[in-house]
């Protein structure tokens, strides 16, 4: 009951009410079970990862890491979130939701594998190391793996 609920807040209409569940799912990770985690909030990261406002989706990368910590299989991760952090590190219009990335792809490289951090996160850095923000290229460069 309580995680239809959830899922429907994740849906809302209104990006404030969305961008609410983006923020809390780290709290609800901390206390689902591997498999909970894996058929609940992995779509709901998914989804709010590939929203149409930029802050939800700057809550959404920061909440995935947490997300990952608990389904922990390098695979599901690479194939559910890494596409959503792909995307963001070519968004042009968010220097943010590219600085967020930049925080967190390091964080995310501990729960896949070395050759999905080799072929996937080194990307990302190179993108963000080139970007036009200063802020996105300094935050990039702390956070290498």
């Known amino acids: 009951m309580v995680r239809k609920k959830f899922t429907k807040l994740s849906k809302d209409d209104t990006p404030m009410v969305r961008r609410g569940a983006a923020q809390s799912i780290p709290i609800i990770?901390?206390?689902?079970e591997r498999q909970h985690a894996i058929d609940f909030l992995l779509p709901v990261v998914k989804c709010l990862l590939e929203d149409q406002n930029d802050a939800v989706?700057?809550?959404?990368?920061?909440?995935?890491?947490?997300?990952?910590?608990?389904?922990?299989d390098?695979?599901?991760?690479?194939?559910?979130?890494?596409?959503?952090?792909?995307?963001?590190?070519?968004?042009?219009?968010?220097?943010?939701?590219?600085f967020s990335v930049a925080e967190q792809a390091a964080n995310?490289?501990?729960?896949?594998?070395?050759?999905?951090?080799?072929?996937?996160?080194?990307?990302?850095y190179?993108?963000?190391?080139?970007?036009?923000?200063?802020?996105?290229?300094?935050?990039?460069?702390?956070?290498?793996?």
């Open 29 to 32: 990770a901390e206390n689902l």
């Open 57 to 72: 989706k700057i809550h959404a990368v920061q909440s995935s890491v947490d997300v990952a910590k608990v389904v922990d």
């Open 74 to 98: 390098s695979l599901m991760i690479r194939e559910n979130i890494l596409p959503s952090f792909k995307t963001a590190t070519e968004n042009r219009h968010s220097w943010r939701l590219r």
């Open 108 to 124: 995310l490289s501990t729960y896949i594998s070395k050759i999905a951090v080799d072929d996937e996160i080194v990307g990302f």
């Open 126 to 145: 190179e993108l963000l190391l080139r970007d036009g923000e200063p802020e996105v290229r300094s935050e990039a460069i702390s956070k290498i793996p």
